[in-house]
């Protein structure tokens, strides 16, 4: 009796350890298997902020490049229009190529080249003025005229109406011709008349005219 009563007695004591080594096990089980679970969240929880930075990051380099493009086209616009203007002050501030022309009643006119435009600063003649006695004595002082003929082939100077056109020079009264300078673009033509004697009595001067210009870029 006493032999069975140990022998159940150890039974029981062996059975609450096997039960008390189950129990930690599973614990230690649990445990692990909680921090992978914890592991694995964090991964996840990780991944989401990084899917979302690089998001941000693209949405963010997107809008920057929209930007830049744009800052680009304005800075590109801003270069031309710096550009244009230099351009503009260039031609403004040519020196140019001064020259004369002689012209006369043979050889009346001319033509400016394309690309360029002439500025007329001064008119000369070979002669300035002359004296004669006319048929009742009196004392008759002529000068030089120097009459706009045509311009751009269309005739303005016509002696037999009277309609002499615009004066360009005039050796006795400087007062009653055009304001120099006189500006020409190009591909603009001009012809001259020059006559001799009073208004009235005009003839034709056999001599030259020679205009002092000054040749620039466009």
Avoid at 37 to 49: G, R
Avoid at 123 to 135: K, N, P, Q
Avoid at 167 to 188: A, F
Wanted: charged share 25%; with cysteine.
């Amino acid at each position: 009796m006493r032999i069975s009563v140990a022998i159940c007695f150890c039974l029981v004591l062996f059975g609450q350890k096997s039960l008390g080594q189950t129990k930690q096990e599973l614990l230690i089980q649990l445990e692990a298997k909680q921090k992978s679970i914890d592991s694995l969240k964090w991964i996840a929880d990780n991944s989401e902020n990084v899917i979302e930075n690089r998001d941000r990051t693209i949405q963010m380099f997107s809008e920057g490049k929209v930007k830049l493009e744009g800052e680009k086209s304005e800075l590109i616009k801003l270069l031309l229009q710096r550009d244009a203007e230099i351009a503009r002050l260039k031609k403004q501030t040519q020196t140019g190529t001064s020259k004369t022309i002689t012209l006369n009643n043979t050889r009346s006119g001319w033509k400016v080249p394309a690309g360029k435009y002439w500025i007329i600063h001064h008119v000369m003649t070979d002669y300035t003025a002359g004296v004669y006695l006319d048929s009742a004595k009196h004392l008759v002082v002529e000068g030089v005229h120097v009459f706009l003929k045509e311009l751009n082939g269309v005739g303005i100077h016509d002696t037999t109406t009277g309609n002499l056109g615009p004066k360009i020079y005039c050796s006795l009264h400087p007062e009653e011709t055009m304001k120099l300078p006189i500006v020409l673009t190009e591909n603009n033509s001009l012809a001259i008349s020059v006559m001799r004697d009073q208004l009235g009595k005009l003839v034709l001067h056999s001599g030259n005219v020679v205009f002092s210009i000054t040749e620039k870029e466009l």
